[in-house]
């Protein structure tokens, strides 16, 4: 069992310290379903932190990119088309180190 956890560790370590968690604030412009069962949110204003080079700059919640857990993704989804239909501001934590631009937490500013 431990020879198991050091295995892991020694694959999963190195994608967490390439990380670059990034903040970003703004309203959502549009939620984009994908067909997998992962998202799409972007933004009314795009961050500089995410390199991605699509126009919008889409930002995605896929289930095992940062963190993100299978009900993790739906409470992120139900939160983000909350706050955009009460035209709500959010803040996102994001991984910038890729031009996906993983998120892997939200929070609806009140």
Not at 84 to 89: P, V
Request: net charge negative; charged share 15%.
């Amino acid at each position: 069992m431990k020879q198991i956890l050091l295995l892991l560790c020694g694959f999963l370590l190195p994608a967490i310290c390439n990380a670059e968690f990034y903040w970003h604030t703004s309203k959502i412009k549009a939620v984009y379903p994908l067909a997998d069962g992962n998202f799409v949110l972007y933004f009314e204003n795009e961050s500089s932190d995410c390199p991605g080079q699509s126009s919008p700059k889409y930002h995605y919640v896929s289930v095992g990119e940062s963190g993100v857990t299978q009900e993790g993704s739906e409470k992120i989804y139900s939160a983000a088309l909350s706050a955009a239909m009460a035209n709500k501001q959010v803040r996102i934590n994001f991984d910038g180190s890729q031009p996906n631009c993983f998120i892997n937490r939200l929070i609806i500013d009140f």
